[in-house]
Nanobody, 115 residues
Framework: QVQLVESGGGLVQPGGSLRLSCAAPRNIFSRYAMGWYRQAPGKQRELVATFTRLRTTNLADSVKGRFTISRDNAKNTVSLQMNSLKPEDTAVYYC?????????WGQGTQVTVSS
């Protein structure tokens, strides 16, 4: 069983910042495309930001200019820096590792943006 261990998240006011991190086993981190998805209540899970296997990045249009995805190859972690947070960013955020056709998911971490 592959474990993706997420940290960060919590409650923040609009305009604030949070940082999420996800630690993966080395063999997963080095071979799989790593990234972040989110799911708001009553909505489908959606892509937030990912690295491809070629290490390029994809970001959802709704977070461009506000969120940054990064990776630490020494620590086998992928992080999501979230700035200028909005109430509509409220969701459970999931770390993802993908290598077709296999998908691994973290347990999810709640991000709530509210005054």
């Amino acid at each position: 069983q592959v474990q993706l261990v997420e940290s960060g998240g919590g409650l923040v006011q609009p305009g604030g910042s949070l940082r999420l991190s996800c630690a993966a086993p080395r063999n997963i981190f080095s071979r799989y495309a790593m990234g972040w998805y989110r799911q708001a209540p009553g909505k489908q899970r959606e892509l937030v930001a990912t690295f491809t296997r070629l290490r390029t990045t994809n970001l959802a249009d709704s977070v461009k200019g506000r969120f940054t995805i990064s990776r630490d190859n020494a620590k086998n972690t992928v992080s999501l820096q979230m700035n200028s947070l909005k109430p509509e960013d409220t969701a459970v955020y999931y770390c993802n590792a993908f290598l077709d056709p296999v998908n691994y998911w973290g347990q999810g971490t709640q991000v709530t943006v509210s005054s």
